[in-house]
């Protein structure tokens, strides 16, 4: 019998007997690794576990630890919820059913316009598991177009995705099943069949870890004229332990919810008065952003940047000029027509940077000029994606632009970079992770040295840093590369910041100039790099990753001072002035009710410091330090080292 010579990943050749499947490979090597493996991927091609492998063939066995292996699991357990909600509705339609971020969703079409509640995801759950006790294979089957049509007759939604791509009609995210006249599709069971592209699991025994979460609603290819349909989220993983986790992560996450801490601590509300996308800031949470914005605008003062002031609205001829009205129409508020001419409400700050910058004669001894703006921009989201703070339609963006010379990339990016990362760590943030995004092979302005160049000059800044970072091959914008910094936050989850973008493609559409050393004219580059971001994203990120539990030098109210008795309120408003005139903000809670209340209610307001003075306080000038998350209450601390230890950590920051 002849036999094939397989490569694994480690260089490492293994021989098999001839016909033998990725399946094979995995038990010839051992029995964890039988059980454990997924999928394979041949010659880099992702495939089912029964397929055949050919001679000479480099293959890695993938399983449950691996991305791809999670991936699998989500899709192929996407197939599960909808073979269980076929058999608990009959007549169903089912659309498309993805696998997403940390797990998947699956579109339905009820019969008699029946609609589901989350009151119904413990019975989907309780046939699925009935389903992975039946641990039914998945069977990969190839059709032609045709006989696509006919077997799917009966499910209108997997009948136009066949009909679109078939016709040439442009591709949807769902179509990688349809190639050429071939569809794919995968069965597991005489009654469930479903078109896809697979690869998936060997069977629904490997599916045991997975919880549904929720029933939306969505509209078939997101639009609003189509059919609703009925959307269930899921999530699934490779054991037990992980799903645990990331359960445990949600309820987390839940507690942290901003968009509640905001409101509960009177800091931010969202009227209905004033429409989807935007908030008011109560005096406590503009107390904290006018803390976030003075630091901000010191660190910048401090360097080397220029102040700028920019109008919230501008004539149209300003976004033709920047292509924002080419580029970024749909997201930007509709027209005004006034004095014979048309405006819109500023989708970025960028353009009117660039007015500044060409408002007068520039030599190369005048850059690198860097501006910056805490500036309010405008951007029409859809009233179903804004989410409190984290996607608002009028928010503020601590904006800089720098215009220099080709010359000076590499040092200002390393310069920025740093400056980046000094500012989120301040704020309590110390894991990153960046992507470095590199030029888009279709569409760029620019020439190649530039672009080399730049994107070098972004490399060498990560790594000057140190900082761990991945590349995002053709990710780019259409101007130049860039650097987008993630933080991760308290529970785990990745926040995108901060981004520094190069930009080749305004100094052009502006005919910016500056005069050289030779006396020659060249042409600046631009950097834009926001930092936060936005200020109220920024926020939303810093409460739920605080949990409102905010560092002293940001917390609205830092000392709230508890008199025992009415006896000791007199010196409590004596220290308190001590404290306001060393900086700080504090707030007495007088002795209208008991002790234990007070000191309470300060704990659930997450003051950092409550302070108790009592007799002999009165009588040793001392406090009484119930500090945030601390147990015990440190006694009899001098005013004078109290206030020493608070300026210390408050220059300190996080």
């Not at 971020?101 to 995801?121: A, C, I, M, Q, V």
């Not at 053709?474 to 993630?486: E, H, N, Q, R």
Request: charged fraction near 30%.
């Amino acid at each position: 019998m002849s036999a094939v010579n397989v490569t694994l990943p480690d260089g490492s050749t293994r021989e098999l007997s001839s016909g033998a499947t990725a399946a094979d490979l995995a038990a010839d090597i051992g029995p964890g690794l039988a059980k454990a493996a997924l999928i394979a991927v041949v010659d880099g091609v992702e495939v089912d576990l029964d397929v055949p492998l050919d001679d000479g063939a480099s293959v890695a066995l993938v399983t449950g630890s691996d991305d791809e292996g999670l991936h699998t699991i989500r899709h192929s357990t996407a197939h599960l919820m909808a073979q269980a909600i076929l058999d608990l509705h009959p007549g169903a339609r089912f659309a498309i059913g993805p696998p997403i971020e940390h797990g998947f969703y699956y579109d339905f079409d009820l019969p008699d316009g029946k609609t589901l509640s989350d009151d119904d995801l413990g019975a989907i759950e309780a046939r699925m598991k009935e389903l992975v006790k039946a641990d039914q294979p998945f069977e990969r089957h190839e059709v032609s177009v045709d006989e696509a049509l006919d077997l799917f007759k009966d499910e209108p939604y997997k009948l136009e995705i066949i009909q679109n791509v078939a016709s040439g009609a442009a591709a949807s995210e769902d179509a990688g099943e349809v190639s050429g006249d071939v569809v794919s599709y995968y069965r597991n069971s005489e009654t469930f069949l479903d078109m896809c592209t697979g690869p998936h699991v060997p069977s629904t025994g490997r599916l045991e870890h997975f919880k549904l979460m929720k029933v939306a609603g969505a509209y078939w290819r997101g639009d609003e004229k189509r059919p609703m349909l009925q959307r269930i989220y899921g999530t699934a993983w490779a054991n037990k332990k992980d799903l645990k986790a990331h359960l445990h992560r949600l309820e987390e996450a839940e507690k942290r919810d901003h968009r509640r801490l905001a409101q509960e601590m009177d800091l931010v509300s969202w009227p209905e008065e004033l429409g989807p996308g935007l908030s008011v800031w109560h005096p406590k949470g503009a107390l904290i952003r006018k803390i976030m914005e003075d630091y901000s605008r010191d660190r910048h003062e401090h360097g080397g940047y220029d102040f700028a002031f920019s109008p919230h609205i501008a004539k149209s001829v300003l976004w033709e000029t920047s292509g924002h009205l080419d580029f970024y129409a749909d997201g930007m508020y509709p027209p005004m027509e006034m004095d014979g001419a048309t405006y819109y409400p500023k989708p970025m700050n960028c353009p009117f940077h660039v007015m500044i910058y060409k408002s007068d004669q520039r030599s190369y001894r005048d850059l690198p000029k860097r501006i910056f703006e805490l500036g309010t921009v405008y951007r029409y989201e859809l009233s179903g994606a804004v989410h409190g703070l984290m996607r608002s339609r009028g928010f503020t963006q601590d904006d800089s632009h720098i215009f220099c010379t080709r010359e000076m990339i590499e040092d200002e990016l390393a310069s920025l970079l740093d400056f980046v990362l000094s500012v989120l760590r301040a704020f309590g943030f110390d894991d990153f992770q960046a992507k470095l995004s590199t030029r888009p092979v279709e569409k760029s302005v620019g020439d190649d040295e530039i672009w080399d160049s730049a994107t070098a000059g972004l490399k060498a800044a990560l790594e000057k840093q140190g900082l761990d970072y991945i590349v995002d091959e053709g990710g780019g914008a259409f101007y130049g590369p860039k650097i987008d910094v993630d933080v991760r936050d308290a529970i785990g989850r990745a926040w995108q910041l901060s981004t520094i973008q190069l930009d080749f493609n305004l100094p052009e559409r502006f005919d910016l100039e500056y005069v050289a050393q030779d006396g020659e004219r060249k042409r600046p580059v631009m950097i834009h790099r926001a930092l936060m971001g936005s200020i109220e994203r920024f926020f939303g990120v810093l409460i739920e990753h605080y949990a409102g539990n905010f560092p002293a030098w940001l917390a609205p109210v830092q000392i709230k001072v508890l008199p025992v008795a009415e006896a000791h309120e007199d010196y409590a408003y004596e220290i308190m002035a001590k404290f306001k005139e060393s900086g700080f903000r504090v707030e007495i809670d007088p002795a209208t009710d008991p002790l234990g209340k007070r000191v309470r209610k300060g704990k659930v307001e997450k003051t950092p410091y409550v302070l108790v003075v009592g007799d002999d306080d009165v009588a040793n000038s001392t406090v009484g330090v119930n500090e945030r998350g601390v147990q015990e209450v440190d006694r009899d601390v001098s005013v004078e080292d109290f206030i020493a230890r608070l300026a210390a950590e408050v220059d300190a920051k996080s």
